[in-house]
Nanobody, 122 residues
Framework: QVQLVESGGGLVQAGGSLKLSCAAS????????TGWFRQAPGKDREFVAA????????FYADSVKGRFTISRDNAKNTVYLQMNSLKPDDTAVYYC???????????????WGQGTQVTVSS
């Protein structure tokens, strides 16, 4: 079970950008598929993006496609989520999930970090 730490959240105005990081704590991401999920108050946790072990395959939710980009740097044991053109509806706690199986990540079955708050104001 990999230990994950999210960072990079904050408060931005609509149209702004943030870059989130998900770093392994005492472990490596090299053989782990990873993904980002988010949960807004009163709503279910939803899938945002995922990336394969080597970074060659990515998936995005329709709501963020064209605005968010997921990437990874295995040398730094870190996965990133670049978020551009942010909207108030993007406001949520963003969580990182990791598992050796990409399918498990998509099903939210992997290990979770503690999350980082993203707030987008009008």
């Amino acid at each position: 079970q990999v230990q994950l730490v999210e960072s990079g959240g904050g408060l931005v105005q609509a149209g702004g950008s943030l870059k989130l990081s998900c770093a392994a704590s005492g472990r490596t991401f090299s053989n782990y598929a990873t993904g980002w999920f988010r949960q807004a108050p009163g709503k279910d946790r939803e899938f945002v993006a995922a990336i394969s072990w080597g970074g060659g395959t990515t998936f995005y939710a329709d709501s963020v496609k064209g605005r968010f980009t997921i990437s990874r740097d295995n040398a730094k044991n870190t996965v990133y989520l670049q978020m551009n053109s942010l909207k108030p509806d993007d406001t949520a706690v963003y969580y990182c999930n990791a598992d050796q199986s990409l399918a498990n990540v998509g099903a939210a079955r992997g290990s979770w970090g503690q999350g980082t708050q993203v707030t987008v104001s009008s």
